[in-house]
């Protein structure tokens, strides 16, 4: 079992940054592959950005491919999303996920979720 709960939303200005932070629980992180997702009003949820166990893979959406970074650090149980030059369609509800299937851009390959954190970039 895994809990996972994220921090570091908030209201931010346009070509701000930000950087997300999810923490997770339990001795067995280091076994999964993390994405963080992101759901705006009205839209489906996505996949921005994924990292395998080991940090050697990464996916990024490519509305955010040269603006995000995702990284892990196992030590501490916590994945990060660092994103710069923000745009007012980056505006959502991030969550992250853990999934034992490696990188994957497929909600149902993540088994556990955080509660999700709101982004609000004003323009």
């Known amino acids: 079992q895994v809990q996972l709960v994220e921090s570091g939303g908030g209201l931010v200005q346009a070509g701000g940054s930000l950087r997300l932070s999810c923490a997770a629980s339990?001795?067995?992180?280091?076994?999964?592959?993390m994405g963080w997702f992101r759901q705006a009003p009205g839209k489906e949820r996505e996949c921005v950005a994924a990292i395998s166990w080991s940090g050697g893979s990464t996916y990024y959406e490519n509305s955010v491919k040269g603006r995000a970074t995702i990284s892990r650090d196992n030590a501490k149980n916590t994945v990060y999303l660092q994103i710069s030059s923000l745009k007012a369609e980056d505006t959502a509800v991030y969550y992250c996920a853990a999934g034992s299937n490696g990188v994957s851009v497929s909600e149902d390959q993540y088994d556990y979720w955080g509660q999700g954190t709101q982004v609000t970039v004003s323009s």
């Open positions: 339990g001795r067995t992180f280091i076994r999964y592959a």
